[in-house]
């Protein structure tokens, strides 16, 4: 996890972050609130047992866990921006940040 020293105040500095998960029609949303300095790396390990794990039921074909996608099969935006796979560990959130992720979607 993120850096978690207490600054010269004495009170641990938290951040919120809004997540929007887009499985279906309408996102499913959380908030997390975080330490300070959290990167969005952090993010996506308290969110990946929840939303990325293979659950033990069988899935319906329109209820496909993410697990059986492959990360190029899903879009990460962050603040209206897509974020690549080498920016993930990189970019520090920030308090009121939004991070949404799409499944890629096709059809015609």
Do not use: W
């Amino acid at each position: 996890m993120a850096d978690n020293r207490v600054p010269a105040n004495g009170q641990t500095s938290i951040i919120t972050v809004h997540l929007k998960f887009f499985k279906h029609a309408f996102p499913q949303k959380e908030t997390f609130r975080l330490p300070a300095g959290s990167r969005l790396c952090d993010l996506l390990r308290l969110v990946e047992p929840k939303y990325f794990e293979f659950k033990e039921t069988q899935p319906s074909r329109s209820d496909l866990p993410l697990s059986l996608m492959s990360r190029k099969d899903l879009l990460f935006v962050l603040n209206g921006r897509f974020v690549t796979d080498a920016e993930r560990s990189d970019i520090l959130l920030k308090d009121g940040d939004v991070f949404s992720v799409f499944p890629v979607m096709a059809g015609g």
